[in-house]
């Protein structure tokens, strides 16, 4: 049985903890958020977070609920709300290890009366959600993919990741948890939270100012799954992918961090879309942010309104 317990975010959320079962560090589990005033059948939309993330984007879940779909994200395994003390915090040797929380994840949204599902990954949430949409592409209730800035690409030039890739390969496999060296505060979460120059409230344990250390096993996992994405996929449903006009390159501070994707190179992630399926739109943002849902109020009502378009083209809207 399910246990539904109020969330963080207020009276409009509810949050389940979905056992996973365990791995080398213990036990595992996924944390599904409801919008309780959401419809309960119908289309749904789950929403996945990124690295060093998790989900506390309310005015996401309000777009989609407006437009009447039910609304669900899920924090993953070792991330956000499913954090335990014994885990390392966003750690996984493989980027599938994740299919297993969207398995359960979208399998209890079907099981509360939605007839169809709607993926949302931004980020790493992005790049898991599309190998997994790949996998599941033949199940006719998944109906469509939007991806905010998914990691398709490293963010080095081309001659940098041929150097790199294969000693990482074998240094992921040999030393998983070593961490590569932090560089200080995170131009990103600078950008972000109100205590430094954004105008976002979150969880900085959950989301840290300086990051998330970076480990060689989680590394050499999301380099094998952009591998996969460069050889090609096929989803399976219309997809939309989103990104930035501009890429951040500067190491510190600037204000030109609140218009341009901090953490990811912009083209890379476009030169990338096209490897996914036969069905893919991609938009730019100007003036947007790595997640462009965050981006300043201009670019953010663009990025919506480009949903709200896309969308309604492939006929995803509810028909209520």
Same mark, same amino acid.
Request: proline share 6%.
């Given at each position: 049985?399910?246990?539904?317990?109020?969330?963080?975010? &207020?009276?409009?959320?509810?949050?389940? =903890?979905?056992?996973? &079962?365990?791995? !080398?560090?213990?036990?595992?589990?996924?944390?599904?958020?409801?919008?309780?005033? %959401?419809?309960? !059948?119908?289309?749904?939309?789950?929403?996945?977070? &990124?690295?060093?993330?998790?989900?506390?984007?309310?005015?996401?879940?309000?777009?989609?609920?407006?437009?009447?779909? &039910?609304? #669900? %994200?899920?924090? $993953?395994?070792? *991330?956000?709300?499913?954090?335990?003390?014994?885990?390392?915090?966003?750690?996984?040797?493989?980027?599938?290890? #994740?299919?297993?929380?969207?398995?359960?994840? =979208?399998? %209890?949204?079907?099981?509360?009366?939605? !007839?169809?599902?709607?993926?949302?990954?931004?980020?790493?949430?992005?790049?898991?959600?599309?190998?997994?949409?790949?996998?599941?592409?033949?199940?006719?209730?998944?109906?469509?993919?939007? $991806?905010?800035?998914?990691?398709?690409?490293?963010?080095?030039?081309?001659?940098? #990741?041929?150097?790199?890739?294969?000693?990482?390969?074998? +240094?992921?496999?040999?030393?998983?948890?070593?961490?590569?060296?932090?560089?200080?505060?995170?131009?990103?979460?600078?950008?972000?939270?109100?205590?430094?120059?954004?105008?976002?409230?979150?969880?900085?344990?959950?989301?840290?100012?300086?990051?998330?250390?970076?480990?060689?096993?989680?590394?050499?996992?999301? !380099?094998?799954?952009?591998?996969?994405?460069?050889?090609?996929?096929?989803?399976?449903?219309?997809?939309?992918?989103? +990104?930035?006009?501009?890429?951040?390159?500067? =190491?510190?501070?600037?204000?030109? *961090?609140?218009?341009?994707?901090?953490?990811?190179?912009?083209?890379?992630?476009?030169?990338?879309?096209?490897?996914?399926?036969?069905?893919?739109?991609?938009?730019?943002?100007?003036?947007?942010?790595?997640?462009?849902?965050?981006?300043?109020?201009? *670019?953010?009502? $663009?990025?919506?309104?480009?949903?709200?378009?896309?969308?309604?083209?492939?006929? $995803?809207?509810?028909?209520?």
């Amino acid at each position: 049985m399910v246990v539904m317990e109020p969330d963080l975010l &207020g009276e409009q959320y509810r949050r389940s =903890t979905i056992p996973l &079962g365990a791995d !080398d560090e213990g036990e595992v589990v996924a944390t599904l958020v409801s919008r309780v005033d %959401a419809p309960v !059948d119908g289309p749904a939309v789950l929403y996945v977070h &990124g690295f060093s993330d998790y989900f506390f984007h309310p005015h996401v879940a309000d777009f989609f609920v407006e437009r009447g779909f &039910g609304f #669900y %994200a899920v924090d $993953l395994r070792k *991330a956000g709300r499913s954090l335990r003390p014994h885990q390392t915090p966003h750690f996984v040797r493989h980027i599938p290890e #994740y299919f297993a929380d969207l398995d359960a994840a =979208t399998t %209890a949204v079907r099981d509360r009366g939605h !007839d169809s599902v709607i993926l949302y990954g931004h980020s790493t949430g992005g790049l898991t959600g599309t190998l997994w949409t790949h996998r599941m592409r033949r199940h006719p209730w998944l109906t469509g993919l939007i $991806l905010n800035s998914p990691f398709f690409a490293m963010n080095i030039d081309r001659l940098g #990741y041929l150097v790199t890739s294969p000693p990482l390969d074998i +240094a992921g496999l040999f030393a998983p948890k070593h961490a590569l060296p932090g560089g200080g505060p995170g131009i990103n979460v600078q950008s972000l939270h109100r205590d430094h120059y954004g105008e976002w409230d979150f969880d900085m344990t959950w989301k840290p100012l300086e990051g998330t250390p970076v480990r060689l096993g989680w590394l050499r996992a999301v !380099d094998r799954a952009q591998k996969l994405v460069r050889r090609g996929l096929n989803v399976g449903v219309p997809v939309l992918v989103a +990104a930035a006009t501009e890429s951040y390159s500067q =190491t510190g501070w600037d204000e030109s *961090a609140h218009t341009a994707d901090a953490v990811l190179n912009a083209d890379g992630i476009v030169a990338a879309a096209d490897r996914i399926g036969d069905d893919v739109e991609v938009v730019r943002i100007r003036g947007g942010r790595h997640d462009l849902a965050l981006s300043q109020l201009p *670019a953010r009502k $663009l990025f919506f309104a480009e949903m709200d378009a896309w969308l309604s083209r492939h006929g $995803l809207m509810p028909s209520r």
